[in-house]
């Protein structure tokens, strides 16, 4: 490609269904413990 565009990647591990219930992915990244923490802050 001539033209770079950037590629935003995003890694999620919770997600909430229609219904309004919070399902939980495993973190294969180990990714939430350091944002947990970020946010405690």
Known sequence: ??????I????????VDDKGDIHF???IYDKDEKLASLVAE
């Not at 490609?1 to 950037?6: A, Q, S, V």
């Not at 935003?8 to 919770?14: E, L, M, N, V």
């Open 8 to 15: 935003y990647i995003s890694y999620f591990t919770t997600w």
């Open 25 to 27: 992915y495993e973190d």
């Open 1 to 6: 490609m001539k033209k770079k565009i950037p």
